[in-house]
C-alpha cells in the first residue's frame, strides 16, 4: 500500500502560497504604474491632445517638483513606520529664510548661495530635534513633529514679520524659466534629490538599516544596528528635503512667506500611499513616491484642464485619491503609526 | 496596560480629530480685504435704532485730553487687535495702526500696554483669545477685532462685554445683529465696500484692455463673504462690458502657490488671454509668476485687493493693472481711537446714532504707475483727536 508523504504536500501548499504571495505583489507593485497610464489616457481623451503637449508636460514637471521633494522626504519617515507633520511648517519656514537672506526688496543682507545653506540647514536642524525628541524622550512622532510644525512657522513668521520678502537677485529670479534639456530648473534639482534618495535607500547600510526599523525593530536590534541612530538619521533627511522643497517654492513663487508650506503634508502623504508604500513601515520606497507624486500632479492637473467646476473638484478630487488608494497600497492588519 | 493603551488610543484620535477640524476649519474662514475708491456703506444700518433727533456734530466728535479724568489717565489701559495672524501684509498694517494710536496715547499720558491676539484662523481660539484678554483688563480695555467668520462677532463682543471693555470689529459679521445689540461695549462695525472694490479693479482691468477680450478669473476661497461680495463686483463690471469674456475661473483660496499653478495650467489652453482678475493680491504674485515664466509679464493685465508692497510695485513699473488699499492703519487706528473715547467717557456710546455704529472706511484705488508711486510714498498720519474722521459721508 502506498502511503501518502504529508510533508512533500506541505512543501507544495506553502510553495504554491508563496507564488501567489508573489504573484500579488508583483501586481500591488504595477497597480500604481496602472492607474497613472490609464489617469494619463483618460485626461488624454477628454482634454485633447494639448493635455501631453510640450507646454502641459512642462507645467506637469513645474507642478510635481516641490510635491516630489516633500514626499521623498516623507517616504523614509513613512518605510520606518512613523510620520512626520512638519512639513507645512518647515517648507513654509526654509522657503521664507532663503527670501529673507538673498537680494530682496525688504531686507538688506544678500548672502547669495549661502542662503540656501541657512535656509535647508535650520530645517535639518529642526528635522535632527523632531528625531532626538522622537527617540530619547519618547514622544511619539505624530506628536513631536506636530509641535515642530508651529515652531517652524513661528520662526518663519518672525523672518519677515509680515512683509514677505520679494527675491530681487536676478539669477534666481531667472530660474523659473531656466531650462536644461527641455526640462524646468527647479524639476532638475527634484530628479537630483530623488537619484540621491534612490541611492542612500539601494546601495547604503542607512538604506537597508530603514526597511529593516520598519518591518521589526527587534531584528535589527538583534544584529547590533543602532536603531536611535537610523530613526534620528531618517527625520534629519526628512528635514534636509523639506528645506530643499522650502527653497524651490521661494524660487518658483519669486517671494518667501510661510504660505509656501500650505497644504502640502497631507497631498504628499497621499502621494506616498498612492505610489505603494506601506504606512505600517518596511514596504515601498522613493520610486513607488515618485509615481504617486505623478498621480497626483496630472490629476490636479488634469482636471483643472477641464474646467470641472471649483464646487465640485475638490470632492471629484478625493474620490479619485480614494480609488487610487484601494487600488494600490499595501494594506494589512498593521497600520499603526509609531 | 490595556488600559493605558486605550486611553493613549482615545487622546491620539481625539488630538487627530482636533488636528483635522483645525486644517479643516480653513475652509469656513474669512479673508481680511481691502476696498474701492470711495466707498458708500457696504449695507444699510442694522439693529432698528432711529435716527436720533439731536444736534451733536458727530463727525467732528473730538477727544480732549482736558477733559479725561486724570485717574483714566493713571489706570493702564490694554490695547488689542484681534486677528488671523500678522503673515499677511495686510494684517500687519492694522498691527502698525495700533503702534500709531499707541503714539498718541503716549502724547496725551495715558498708560497703556498692548498685545496682538492671534487666532491663528481659529474662531474658536479667536473668542477664547478675546474673553482672557477682557477679563485680565478687568473693564480696562480695548480692541480692534476681525472677526474670522462672521458668526463670531457677536460673541467677540460679548466676551470683551463680559468685563466691561470696548470693542469695534472690522468687515464680518451677520446682517442681522450689530452694535447696537450690546451697547455700550460694541462701540462700531466698520468695513469698506468689497462689492466696490471688486468693480472698481475690473473696470480698470476692462479698460486697460481696451473693453474687450478673454479673461481668467481667480477667485479667493468659495463661500468667504470677501471673496463674494468681490465677484459680485466683478459681475457688475462683466454686464456692462459684453466683449470681455471669461475663459477660465476657479478658485485660488487667497494663496500665491494655487494661483500660480492655475494660471499656469490655464495659459496653455489660453494663451491669448488679455487680463487676469484676482480676488486678492497673494494671488496676484502668483498669476504674475505664472505670466513671467510664460514671457507674457506687462502684456496681460492683472489686478487684486489689499495693495502688497510687491503687486503696488508692479503697477508702478507697469507689470499690474490695479490694487485697492483699504489702509489697515486706518481701520486698527481710528476703531482703537473711538473705543477710547468711550472707555474714558467722553463719547456716549448710547447717543451715537446709527449710521456712526456702523459705517464705511475709505479705501484707495490704485490703477496707474503714479498713484502706485504716490501709494508707495504714503506716509501714514492720522489726527485721532477726531476719531470720526475714518469714517466715509453717506
Known amino acids: 500500500m502506498m502511503k501518502l508523504n504529508p510533508s512533500a504536500t506541505l512543501t507544495e501548499e506553502f510553495a504554491e502560497r508563496i507564488r501567489s504571495e508573489n504573484r500579488s505583489n508583483r501586481m500591488m507593485k504595477l497597480a500604481p504604474v496602472l492607474v497613472l497610464v490609464a489617469m494619463l489616457i483618460v485626461f488624454l481623451v477628454t482634454c485633447g491632445p494639448s493635455f501631453l503637449g510640450p507646454q502641459n508636460l512642462v507645467n506637469i514637471l513645474n507642478q510635481m517638483a516641490l510635491p516630489l521633494v516633500v514626499a521623498l522626504g516623507l517616504t523614509f519617515v513613512i518605510m520606518l513606520g512613523s510620520i512626520d507633520l512638519s512639513i507645512d511648517g518647515s517648507v513654509g519656514m526654509a522657503g521664507s529664510l532663503f527670501a529673507c537672506f538673498v537680494l530682496n526688496t525688504e531686507f538688506s543682507y544678500n548672502f547669495g548661495f549661502f542662503s ?109 544596528v543602532s536603531v536611535e541612530k537610523v530613526k534620528i538619521g531618517v527625520f534629519t533627511l526628512a528635514g534636509f528635503l523639506f528645506g530643499v522643497a522650502g527653497v524651490i517654492g521661494a524660487i518658483r513663487l519669486g517671494q518667501g512667506q510661510i504660505a509656501i508650506g500650505d497644504d502640502k503634508m497631507f497631498p504628499a502623504q497621499a502621494a506616498v500611499v498612492v505610489g505603494g508604500t506601506s504606512l505600517a513601515g518596511g514596504k515601498g520606497g522613493v520610486v513607488n513616491t515618485i509615481v504617486g507624486v505623478l498621480i497626483m500632479t496630472v490629476l490636479d492637473n488634469g482636471l483643472l484642464t477641464l474646467h470641472v467646476d471649483p464646487n465640485i473638484r475638490t470632492g471629484v478630487q478625493g474620490i479619485i485619491i480614494l480609488v487610487a488608494v484601494i487600488l494600490t497600497s499595501a494594506r494589512g492588519a498593521k497600520v499603526i503609526s509609531k | ?103 498718541y496715547l503716549d502724547s496725551i499720558g495715558q498708560k497703556y500696554e498692548m498685545q496682538v491676539l492671534d487666532s491663528q484662523g481659529d474662531s474658536a481660539k479667536e473668542v477664547d483669545n478675546m474673553r482672557q484678554f477682557a477679563a485680565m483688563a478687568n473693564g480696562n480695555a480695548i480692541a480692534y477685532a476681525d472677526p474670522n467668520e462672521d458668526t463670531i462677532a457677536y460673541s467677540l463682543a460679548e466676551a470683551m462685554a463680559e468685563s466691561g471693555g470696548y470693542l469695534g470689529t472690522a468687515w464680518n459679521k451677520p446682517a442681522d445683529v450689530g452694535p447696537a445689540d450690546l451697547t ?154 473711538i473705543c477710547y473715547a468711550a472707555w474714558t467717557g467722553l463719547l456716549d456710546v448710547e447717543a451715537l446714532p446709527a449710521e456712526y455704529r456702523e459705517f464705511a472706511t475709505p479705501t484707495v484705488l490704485i490703477d496707474s504707475p503714479e498713484a502706485a508711486q504716490e501709494w508707495q510714498s504714503y506716509v501714514p498720519d492720522f489726527d485721532f483727536s477726531r476719531p470720526f474722521g475714518c469714517r466715509v459721508a453717506e
Open chain 1, 116 to 224: 540656501v545653506v541657512i535656509a535647508v540647514g535650520v530645517s535639518m536642524l529642526c528635522g535632527l530635534v523632531i528625531g532626538l525628541c522622537h527617540v530619547y524622550l519618547k514622544i511619539p512622532s505624530f506628536m513631536a513633529s506636530f509641535a515642530f510644525m508651529y515652531i517652524c512657522k513661528g520662526i518663519g513668521m518672525v523672518s519677515y514679520q509680515g512683509h514677505p520678502p520679494t527675491i530681487k537677485d536676478p539669477l534666481i529670479t531667472a530660474l523659473p524659466t531656466t531650462t536644461f534639456l527641455f526640462i524646468p530648473f527647479i524639476t532638475w534639482v527634484a530628479i537630483i534629490m530623488f537619484v540621491l534618495c534612490f541611492f542612500i535607500q539601494e546601495y547604503t547600510a542607512f538604506g537597508r538599516h530603514i526597511y529593516a526599523v520598519g518591518t521589526n525593530e527587534s531584528i535589527p536590534r538583534s544584529v547590533g
Open chain 2, 1 to 103: 496596560m490595556k488600559k493605558r493603551k486605550v486611553i493613549a488610543t482615545i487622546l491620539a484620535a481625539s488630538m487627530l480629530v482636533g488636528l483635522l477640524a483645525a486644517c479643516g476649519g480653513g475652509g469656513g474662514t474669512t479673508e481680511s480685504p481691502a476696498g474701492g475708491e470711495s466707498t458708500p456703506p457696504a449695507e444699510e444700518t442694522t439693529g432698528g435704532e432711529e435716527p436720533s433727533g439731536d444736534t451733536t456734530d458727530w463727525a467732528n466728535f473730538t477727544i480732549d485730553p482736558a477733559q479725561i479724568p486724570q485717574e483714566k489717565l493713571d489706570t493702564t489701559l490694554h490695547l488689542a487687535v484681534s486677528v488671523r495672524g500678522l503673515e499677511n501684509p495686510y494684517i500687519a498694517t492694522i498691527n502698525d495702526g495700533m503702534h500709531l494710536f499707541s503714539e
Open chain 2, 184 to 337: 455700550p461695549n460694541w462701540v462700531i462695525h466698520t468695513s469698506p465696500d468689497n462689492v466696490v472694490n471688486g468693480y472698481n479693479i475690473a473696470k480698470a482691468l476692462f479698460d486697460s484692455m481696451g473693453g474687450s477680450g478673454q479673461i481668467f478669473v481667480v477667485e479667493g476661497l468659495l463661500g468667504n463673504t470677501a471673496n463674494n461680495d468681490r465677484v459680485a463686483g466683478l459681475e457688475q463690471a462683466l454686464a456692462e462690458y459684453p466683449d470681455i469674456e471669461v475663459v477660465a475661473k476657479d478658485t485660488g483660496n487667497w494663496n500665491t502657490d494655487e494661483a500660480l499653478t492655475l494660471v499656469e495650467t490655464w495659459l496653455t489652453q489660453f494663451p491669448d488671454v488679455g487680463g487676469i482678475w484676482c480676488a486678492n493680491d497673494n494671488m496676484v504674485t502668483g498669476a504674475m509668476q505664472a505670466l513671467d515664466a510664460a514671457g507674457l509679464l506687462g502684456q496681460v493685465g492683472v489686478c487684486g485687493v489689499d495693495a502688497n508692497t510687491d503687486v503696488v510695485e508692479a503697477i508702478a513699473n507697469g507689470n499690474a493693472t490695479a490694487t485697492v488699499s483699504s489702509n489697515g492703519y486706518l481701520q486698527g487706528g481710528y476703531t482703537l481711537a
